[in-house]
């Protein structure tokens, strides 16, 4: 378990309280019989918290981002499957017109 695990998991500890903080005060406010106007400012600023510290972790803790660009160095090799069977080209799509007999009813 890495430092970005440990962190998400805090995070997700702090949304939670503040969402049981925002439940328990809008049970408070019905025994007043006030009306909800907003959760306090200590709860907003617990979602806040722990929103950045759940995006940093999901940023963080997958590792490495890696390259997309086709001709990088760091890709890997890409290639069609050894078995062609589950390839499959007699399906639905034949049933749609094709881009050239679209251009030639025009």
Not at 21 to 46: C, D, H, W
Not at 71 to 80: D, F, G, K, P, T
């Amino acid at each position: 378990m890495g430092l970005g695990f440990i962190i998400g998991a805090f995070g997700t500890l702090i949304l939670a309280h503040a969402a049981y903080s925002t439940i328990q005060y809008r049970g408070l406010l019905k025994i007043m019989e006030e009306e909800f106007a907003g959760p306090p400012m200590n709860v907003v600023i617990e979602l806040l918290l722990g929103l950045v510290l759940c995006m940093w972790a999901a940023l963080t803790a997958p590792g490495k981002f890696l390259s997309i660009h086709p001709h990088s160095e760091e890709n890997r090799i890409v290639s069609l499957p050894d078995n062609m069977d589950f390839m499959i080209f007699n399906h639905r799509g034949k049933v749609l017109p094709s881009e050239v007999e679209m251009k030639l009813k025009h």
